[in-house]
């Protein structure tokens, strides 16, 4: 699939791999076990230019495409995906919101540093009772005067213990339903802010998700991205890239997944020879190739639609979709080709698998990911 690419786009590929290589894979298998962030990593990534990929040169950011992105996500989770997931939160619903909507005297101060990896950024949208269905958020926002007061909860909040600003949504009128939701900007250390519980999960677990607790957090009317109802535009206009981020996490480690299981097929021997010269094997093995690829194109694509202008809210929802049912199918039969050893913790065929299924839950669940794609469909 190379010959998709320009010749910029293999240099950042080829820049990427070397770091992720380098840097992120050696603790990668730690961090999981210890469910420790990996704070340095991500400063080296800043460094690098790749905590805001597309964000302007003028703001910090390394000025690149989506498609771009796209691969230094895949490469990062090839590695790690914790990493893969931190990064990708931090570009596409952070970076890019801010850059899409923010004042000038916003991105000065919120963006430039949440690009060159100085700040880091989580996304406060989902609530106890407002999952899937985003528009039902609790948490208020009171204007006060001068400003907002906001009391709720949010829950499953990737970053949040280790964040320096939350980009939340609250509901400022709840008269006028979505639209009379807003877009704040909450720095960390905010009074009437704590964190509450820390969330232990099955999979991606250096990365950290938990609950932010508001408290009559009192923020400035300069803390407000855009006008006062256009928070669930700004939530979901967010989430649409940051589909594409998490599809292209998938085909990262649906593609370590093969990697991994073509390299133990070759060297397990049985019935006196390697099993990957057994046709179940190979089997296996061609139709794991064509879904990893077949979800690699469906993610350029979708970058592709972004890059040239247009709306791409059904092509991300149709990567998203595809890529997480692919990655699952993929890890699995990559620890089935593993056999006995691929359940053990020997190999990293296991926290493959258990870092997939997310994938098919966060940023829109599989069913929300069909609903949008049914009702575009639909719609014409
Ligand atoms: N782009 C721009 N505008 C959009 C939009 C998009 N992609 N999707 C919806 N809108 C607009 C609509 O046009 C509409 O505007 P008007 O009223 O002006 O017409 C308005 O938003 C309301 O839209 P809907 O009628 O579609 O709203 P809905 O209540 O039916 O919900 C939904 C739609 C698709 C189900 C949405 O609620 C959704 O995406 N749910 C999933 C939520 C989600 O993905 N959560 C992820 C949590 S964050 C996370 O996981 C991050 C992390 O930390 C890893």
């Known amino acids: 699939m190379d010959h998709l690419l320009t010749e910029d786009q293999k240099m950042v590929r080829r820049t990427i791999r070397e770091f992720a290589t380098e840097k992120v894979r050696p603790g990668a298998a730690e961090r999981d076990e210890k469910e420790e962030f990996p704070t340095e990593i991500l400063g080296q990534l800043g460094e690098l230019g790749f905590m ?10 390394a ?21 893969g997931l931190i990064v990708s939160v931090n ?24 690009a060159t990896g100085k700040m880091l950024g989580a996304f406060c949208l989902s609530e106890p009772d407002a999952g899937s269905d ?9 204007p006060d005067g001068k400003g907002y007061v906001i009391r709720g909860t949010k829950n499953f909040i990737t970053n949040g213990q280790h964040c320096d600003i939350y980009l939340l949504f609250a509901a400022t009128d709840r008269t006028k339903g979505v639209q009379g939701i807003g877009a704040f900007i909450i720095p960390r250390n905010t009074e009437g802010l704590r964190i509450g519980k820390k969330e232990r999960k099955m999979g991606i677990r250096s990365s950290d998700c938990c609950s932010i607790v508001l408290e009559d957090v009192h923020i400035p009317k300069e803390n407000r991205l855009a006008d006062e109802g256009m928070g669930f535009k700004i939530a979901m206009t967010a989430l649409d890239s940051g589909r594409i981020g998490i ?13 991994q299981a073509k390299t133990y097929a070759k060297l397990r021997v049985q019935f006196g020879r390697p099993i990957a010269e057994f046709q179940a094997i190979q089997f296996k093995l061609a139709d794991m190739d064509m879904l990893v690829n077949a979800a690699r194109m469906l993610v350029y694509l979708a970058a592709t639609k972004k890059d040239r202008g247009g709306r791409f809210t059904t092509e991300a929802a149709m990567a998203k979709l595809f890529a997480s049912d692919m990655v699952i199918k993929v890890t699995q039969e990559a620890l089935q080709i593993h056999g006995g050893v691929g359940y053990t913790k020997d190999y ?29 469909l639909l719609r014409d």
């Open 134 to 142: 985003a528009a039902s958020i609790q948490t208020v926002a009171e």
């Open 348 to 376: 990293p065929v296991e926290r493959l698998l258990r870092d997939a299924k997310v994938t098919e839950i966060y940023e829109g669940t599989s069913e929300i990911q069909r609903f949008v794609i049914a009702r575009s």
């Open 63 to 83: 000025g690149l495409d989506m498609v771009s992105y796209t691969l230094v996500i895949e490469e990062i989770s090839q590695v790690d995906a914790s990493v």
């Open 247 to 259: 599809a292209s996490q998938a085909v990262g480690v649906a593609q370590a997944a093969l990697d």
């Open 91 to 114: 570009n596409s619903l952070i970076c890019n919101t801010l850059e899409k909507y923010g004042t000038e005297d916003q991105k000065q101060k919120w963006l430039i540093p949440s």
């Open 52 to 61: 805001g990929v597309t964000t302007s040169e003028r703001y910090g950011g």
